[in-house]
């Protein structure tokens, strides 16, 4: 056990080491490693909402004060109304996707274009006729499906 910790400590010091070494070169992070510094994951387990549009996970806090990463144009960031509108409690199962772009989950949900993220696997709401009319005017799909009655 103690060879394992000694090993651990030591690959820790040389990623360190490694991270100091790219800094000062001035070279820029892959774009797999930045765009999973910019991935954000619920900062509580209650109040979890989904995106209605990409079904990310994220507490209502979260996006009144960061927004959603996948949809900055629907300017949920200070904005508590329009975080309710875009987002919905009614969600089901959840998918952390640490690399969408090679993941098979995320190319089945159909989010391996967007950030690193906790993501629901389906969506339930629907988006009031202006927003919609909006989205389909940009040309963007989204995931959330009518309740069915």
């Keep these: 056990l103690r060879e394992n910790h000694?090993?651990?400590?030591?690959?820790?010091?040389?990623?360190?080491?490694?991270?100091?070494?790219?800094e000062q070169d001035g070279q820029e992070l892959p774009p797999t490693v930045a765009d999973l510094a910019n991935s954000s994951a619920p900062s509580a387990l209650r109040g979890i909402r989904s995106c209605m549009r990409c079904g990310i996970l994220k507490t209502l806090d979260q996006f009144i004060n960061d927004g959603c990463e996948n949809c900055p144009f629907l300017e949920m960031v200070?904005?508590?109304?329009?975080?309710?509108?875009c987002t919905t409690a009614f969600f089901e199962g959840q998918a952390a996707i640490m690399d969408p772009r090679q993941s098979w989950m995320?190319?089945?949900?159909?989010?391996?274009?967007?950030?690193?993220?906790?993501y629901a696997i389906s969506v339930t709401g629907q988006f009031d006729k202006e927003i919609e009319e909006e989205l389909e005017s940009?040309?963007?799909?989204?995931?959330?499906?009518?309740?069915?009655?």
């Design 78 to 85: 200070d904005n508590p109304e329009k975080c309710n509108l």
């Design 138 to 149: 940009r040309g963007c799909r989204w995931r959330c499906r009518p309740a069915q009655s």
């Design 6 to 22: 000694r090993a651990m400590s030591d690959y820790d010091d040389e990623a360190d080491m490694g991270r100091e070494e790219e």
């Design 106 to 118: 995320a190319k089945w949900l159909r989010v391996d274009n967007y950030l690193p993220g906790v």
